[in-house]
């Protein structure tokens, strides 16, 4: 089902200290209009330069995922990004006086809270999909790291981690329902380190700002209570450090029994929005951290940049932009070749269109084309994409009473899945290029969410008395 944008209900603001940076730092989510995406402003910073939350803005993965445009640049972006996934935000702007959002506990849960206290409020366009029809694979052998992403009608994301550590041991999660799920079972899972790294972190200028109440601190040495609260002090971190009988620093708790896995799943879940669109499939990832997370993003994100974006649909007559009269106004084609019933998407900025096409069991070629097992025809799928890419012209300005668009061409061509009777064909076509009164198009049709087809389609703008004569 599409679902529509949403935005935050009002702005709202916290702060405290950045988790590696140790910078103080105010933070206020301000509400941001359609696709708008995620946007970091360091209103610190001459001009308040604005930093577009998308992978081809990373620079740094230590520890952490970094954004930057020019000179400016925000750290640590993953946990706020995870809580505006997980609430449902699409469209958010994130203002920071300084190069890191406070850490708080950790956790995405103060970042959950801020905006539980101001609502989400829902936006007229539908929300921006990605639709996993093949699977993505990323694997990196040096580090045992794989993340597969494969089609499923939901996000899903597992996670398992096994850092042969006796206090750990391997672990593994999973989120199956992001509404029902991530702030209750998600949110609050705290980032988490080795006792080993943390002199190495501080020395390579990370975890500035980290202490024992908003990091896991996991024993993996053997180090006497006096030892590990000089270590501790010579980082400026101050309190009674133990190191305790439970594997973690001070006996702390843990809020789940596998918490650093479910904090893995929560870096999975704010790296990959950084691709810029919400996915609709199954992403199964092992051993994940940010490197790998990151590489995963670019290759999701390359694989669908410069195409349309592939979404399933399913549609209601109150979506309805052109009706059946309207588009028989539009296009000269009657029945039995008039394949477009209704258009419930249009886009002039991005040039795109939605159409729809009512497979029933009337349809006059089900007679001749395997009448014991009707199958509807993949050429005149070319067609419903075709009038459909015609409709997106005209509703630019072409006159249907002087020009026809003519369809020319069609390459890539595949079929994915039958369509039959009782199916409804949802199309979705980007214009690509438009010159010389030649028009480039790519197109997707579905069927129950699921790809039924696919073309690169060539039209002509031609003057409707030749085509006559």
């Known amino acids: 089902m599409s679902v529509k944008q949403r935005t935050l209900g009002g702005e709202i603001t916290m702060s405290g200290v950045g988790l590696h940076t140790g910078s103080m ?14 946007r970091f402003m360091r209103t ?24 930057a445009v ?9 946990h706020v990004l995870a809580a ?33 206290k101001v609502g989400v409020v829902e936006q007229q366009a539908v929300r921006n999909e990605i639709i996993i029809d093949e699977p993505i694979r990323y694997v990196d052998e040096q ?13 899903r994301v597992t996670v398992m981690v096994d850092y042969k550590n006796p206090a750990l041991g391997s672990q593994h999660t999973g989120l199956f329902d992001m509404d029902k799920e991530f702030v209750s079972e998600f949110a609050s899972a705290r980032t988490f380190c080795f006792l080993h790294e943390v002199v190495a972190l ?39 450090a133990v190191l305790g009988t439970t594997g973690l620093l001070n006996n702390n708790a843990l809020r789940f029994p596998n918490e650093p896995a479910r904090h893995k799943l929560l870096d999975v879940i704010g790296d990959l929005a950084l691709i810029g669109y919400r996915i609709r499939g199954q992403v199964l990832a092992a051993l994940p951290g940010h490197s790998a997370n990151i590489e995963f993003a670019r290759k999701v994100r390359k694989k669908y940049e410069g195409k349309p974006s ?34 419930v998407e249009y886009a002039p900025d991005t040039n795109r269109i939605v159409g729809v096409k009512n497979i029933t069991a009337n349809e006059p070629q089900f007679m001749g084309h395997f009448p014991q097992r009707p199958i509807f025809p993949g050429v005149l799928i070319m067609e419903a994409m075709a009038q459909t890419g015609c409709l997106l012209l005209i509703s630019k300005g072409i006159d249907p009473d002087k020009k026809l668009v003519v369809f020319t061409g069609m390459n890539n061509v595949k079929f994915r899945r039958e369509v039959v009777p009782g199916d ?40 409707r008395e030749v085509v006559q004569s």
Do not use: W
């Open 25 to 38: 730092t105010s933070m206020t989510f301000r509400p941001a209009a359609e696709n708008t995406g995620y």
């Open 44 to 67: 610190d910073l001459p001009g308040n330069p604005v930093i577009p939350a998308i992978v081809d803005n990373v620079i740094e993965i230590a520890r952490g995922t970094t954004l």
């Open 70 to 78: 020019g000179d400016a640049s925000v750290h640590t972006v993953e």
């Open 84 to 116: 505006l996934v997980g609430m449902g935000v699409d469209n958010c702007l994130i203002e920071l006086t300084n190069n890191e959002p406070p850490v708080g506990d950790g956790s995405s849960m103060p970042y959950v809270e801020m905006i539980q």
């Open 143 to 155: 580090r045992g790291t794989e993340i597969v992403a494969l089609p499923n009608d939901t996000f």
């Open 202 to 240: 501080y020395n390579q200028g990370l975890i500035q700002g980290g202490n024992l109440d908003n990091a896991i601190v996991i024993v993996d040495q053997e180090m006497s209570d006096e030892e590990l609260r000089s270590t501790l002090a010579s980082m400026g971190v101050s309190g009674n």
């Open 310 to 343: 592939p979404r399933r649909f399913t549609t209601s007559s109150s979506s309805t932009i052109f009706d059946a009269n309207a588009i028989l106004k539009m296009l000269p084609h009657r029945y039995p070749f008039l394949m477009v019933d209704r258009i």
């Open 424 to 463: 409804q064909l949802v199309m979705e076509l980007e214009m690509t290029r438009f010159r010389f009164n030649i028009c480039q198009l790519v197109g997707r049709a579905y069927v129950d969410g699921q790809l039924a087809a696919e073309a690169e389609l060539q039209a002509a703008v031609v003057d």
